[in-house]
Structures are given as structure tokens and as C-alpha cells.
């Protein structure tokens, strides 16, 4: 008859599970068990690596626009690592943030407050966590000409590298300045962060 259901329908998820035993449903649940673990490293470890990816990205974007300012100014614009967001603390190295200023002496620290602030970029934590580490000529700041080039305060050409690390040492990117003030970023193979 159309009206009538089958009996063992209507019995529900019970029924469904009358034929499996104790050791199988374990099994299964260590088994889902294993799959999350591992999922879960996976996507950690892609996070991290994306992290870096986007605070190596703000890196070159102020770079770009320290480089623009200076080539539209027609001045000296500078980038230097700074943990107050208005001094040079070159000592300190990059992870502990940066500011872009127009450096009307070119000698590659701000005097303030008579050089004008462009930009402070506060340590991200994915900066702050990581392992920088700078060329000599890139290390403590970077400035750019009028004509977009970079250059030491001494008047010598600046070219260099800066290497981030995550802090597992597992996942690393080399940003590369050439002689011209542009930058690049390279993937870092396995073993080059240790």
C-alpha cells in the first residue's frame, strides 16, 4: 500500500548502527582523529607561510612608495628601522617596524621634527617573530634619490638583500634591492632560514 512505510525505516539512527561494534567505531574515530591532526599542520603550516608572503608584501609596498615620493618630491626619502615610530633605530634591526621620511640632510636618520614623517609601520607579528637579518648595505636603512635610485649617505651605490625566516626557521623569503632601488622576492629553498 502506498500509505504504509517500511519497518526498518522507522527505526532510525539505532537500527543503523545494531551491525557495528565497539572496535570498529573506534577505529573510525581514530582515524577521523589522524585526518584533523594532520589537516590541522597542514593549514598551519600554509598560514605562516602566507603571513610571511604578506608582511614580506608590505615590506615592498613601502619600499614603492618611499621610491615614488622621493622621484615626485624630486628629494631624499629614507626607510630605517624604528621602535617608536619616529626615531632610527638602526641597532634594532627591522623587525621591530620602520618609518618612511624625507631626509633632508641624507644622512639616513630623522632629525626631529624637522624632517617630515611619511609613514610608521609598527612590527607585525609575523615581523617581530621572524628571523631578519640584512645585507650591511641594507641592514640599517634604505634611501632613495630623486631619480628613484638608491644610495648610502655616503653617495655610494645601495644594493642588497634582507632574509626573513618564520620562527619555526621553516619557511623563508630573500628580499633583493638591486642597484636601481627596486625590489623582489625570492622563495627561500629548504634549509637556507637554519
Known sequence: MPGRMNG???LGPRAALAG???????AIT????ILVCSAA??????????????AAQLWVSDMNAARYHAVAK???????PSVDGQRCAP???????????????GDGRRSVPHEVLLRQRPASRVWARSQLRGAVTVGRYVMYTPQGRSRLHT???QAGSLVACDDSGRFGMRLVM?????????????????
Open 8 to 10: 526498518a525505516a522507522c
Open 20 to 26: 557495528i561494534t565497539l572496535v570498529e567505531i573506534l
Open 74 to 80: 624630486s628629494l631624499l626619502v629614507t626607510v630605517c
Open 155 to 157: 653617495g655610494a651605490f
Open 41 to 54: 599542520g597542514m593549514l598551519q603550516s600554509l598560514w605562516r607561510r602566507w603571513a610571511l608572503q604578506q
Open 91 to 105: 641597532e634594532q634591526g627591522w623587525s621591530v617596524g620602520w618609518i618612511v621620511f624625507e631626509d633632508g640632510d
Open 30 to 33: 581514530a582515524l577521523v582523529a
Open 178 to 194: 638591486n642597484a636601481a632601488g627596486r625590489w623582489r622576492q625570492e622563495a627561500l629553498s629548504a634549509g637556507e632560514c637554519s
